[in-house]
Nanobody
Framework: QVQLVESEGGSVQAGGSLRLSCAAS????????MSWYRQAPGKQREWVAL???????NYADSVKGRFTISRDNAKNMVYLQMNSLKSEDTAIYSC?????????WGQGTQVTVCS
């Protein structure tokens, strides 16, 4: 099993940047895929970004070119760097791990972008 804890989000002005982190309770070397999801008010939860053990990354069209997912295996950490933030990026962001058997979710953290 894996426990995931996201860093505190925050409020930023449109056009600003924010970095989220996700700390895993065990080595992420054995975790196949780390992902970020978000859910905005009144909307379905959507996938944002993923990172595989091979280093491959992928992004939703809505954040491509603005967000970057990265990992530090030595620290058991996964990050989401968010640049050029827009008001529509306002959401609760959650970290998810797939260990090849099941999903593990963090509690989620609020990100608010002010126009």
């Amino acid at each position: 099993q894996v426990q995931l804890v996201e860093s505190e989000g925050g409020s930023v002005q449109a056009g600003g940047s924010l970095r989220l982190s996700c700390a895993a309770s065990r080595s992420i070397f054995s975790i196949n895929t780390m992902s970020w999801y978000r859910q905005a008010p009144g909307k379905q939860r959507e996938w944002v970004a993923l990172s595989t053990t091979s280093g491959a990354t992928n992004y939703a069209d809505s954040v491509k070119g603005r967000f970057t997912i990265s990992r530090d295996n030595a620290k058991n950490m996964v990050y989401l760097q968010m640049n050029s933030l827009k008001s529509e990026d306002t959401a609760i962001y959650s970290c998810k791990a797939w260990d090849g058997r099941q999903d593990y979710w963090g509690q989620g953290t609020q990100v608010t972008v002010c126009s």
